[in-house]
C-alpha cells in the first residue's frame, strides 16, 4: 500500500497563490503516476493536475492550466502542486492520489490510494 499526507492547504484572497504537497510512503516503487482532484461542497470530485512518476509527463485540466504547475521531488517522493493566481471557483477540498495502473489521461477510478485530503478557499 502507498500512504499519502497532503499539506499546505488554507485561506487565500482571489489572485493570490498557494502551494499544495503531498507526501508518498510505503510501496512507492509502485507508483506509476501522482494525481491532485478536488472536490467543492455538492460537486463531484474533478480531476486537477497529475504526474507520471516515470517520466514526468505531467496533465492538467483545462480550468487549472497555466495557473497550477505539479513537480515531483524525486529524493523525497513528494509531489506538489503550486496555485497561482487563484479564484473563488478554486475552492474545494484537494486530495492527492496515487495509482499503479498506467493511464492515457488520469481518471479517478485509476487511483488506488489517496490522502485524507487538504482545504483551500479562495475568498473574493
Known amino acids: 500500500q502507498v500512504q499519502l499526507v497532503e499539506s499546505g492547504g488554507g485561506l487565500v484572497q482571489a489572485g493570490g497563490s498557494l502551494r499544495l504537497s503531498c507526501a508518498a510512503s510505503g510501496r512507492t516503487f509502485s507508483i506509476y503516476g501522482v494525481g491532485w482532484f478536488r472536490q467543492a461542497p455538492g460537486k463531484g470530485r474533478e480531476f486537477v493536475a497529475a504526474?507520471?512518476?516515470?517520466?514526468?509527463?505531467?496533465y492538467y485540466a483545462d480550468s487549472v492550466k497555466g495557473r497550477f504547475a505539479i513537480s515531483r521531488t524525486n529524493a523525497k517522493n513528494t509531489v506538489n502542486l503550486q496555485m497561482n493566481n487563484l479564484k473563488p471557483e478554486d475552492t474545494a477540498a484537494y486530495y492527492c492520489?496515487?495509482?499503479?495502473?498506467?493511464?492515457?489521461?488520469?481518471?479517478?477510478?485509476?487511483?488506488?490510494?489517496w490522502g485524507q485530503g487538504t482545504q483551500v478557499t479562495v475568498s473574493s
Open positions: 504526474i507520471s512518476w516515470t517520466d514526468s509527463t505531467t
Open positions: 492520489a496515487a495509482s499503479s495502473l498506467r493511464w492515457s489521461w488520469p481518471r479517478d477510478i485509476d487511483f488506488g490510494s
